[in-house]
Nanobody
Framework: QVQLVESGGGLVQAGGSLRLSCAAS????????MGWYRQVPGKQRELVARITSGGSTNYADSVKGRFIISRDNAKNTMYLQMNSLKPEDTGVYYC????????WGQGTQVTVSS
């Protein structure tokens, strides 16, 4: 079993920064990839950024150049550094890990005020 716990969300003004963390515990030795997804009311959860076990990354077009995803394998933690935040970045951010199946965290709210 794998547990994912997100933290770091909050309220920030447009142009500000936040760093999200996702701490993984349990049987995580074979994590294939991890990622951050965002969901707003009435819409499907969408990919923000992901990183593979080999360190390859990809980003949604809307966040390229502003967000940076990273992993600290020693701490079993993934991060999302979010800079130049915009009101449209508002949503619940979920951590996802793919091992033998897909695991999700409980989500953390990010609100960007204009």
């Amino acid at each position: 079993q794998v547990q994912l716990v997100e933290s770091g969300g909050g309220l920030v003004q447009a142009g500000g920064s936040l760093r999200l963390s996702c701490a993984a515990s349990g049987s995580i030795a074979s994590i294939i990839s991890m990622g951050w997804y965002r969901q707003v009311p009435g819409k499907q959860r969408e990919l923000v950024a992901r990183i593979t076990s080999g360190g390859s990354t990809n980003y949604a077009d809307s966040v390229k150049g502003r967000f940076i995803i990273s992993r600290d394998n020693a701490k079993n933690t993934m991060y999302l550094q979010m800079n130049s935040l915009k009101p449209e970045d508002t949503g619940v951010y979920y951590c996802r890990a793919i091992i033998t199946r897909i695991y999700w965290g409980q989500g953390t709210q990010v609100t960007v005020s204009s």
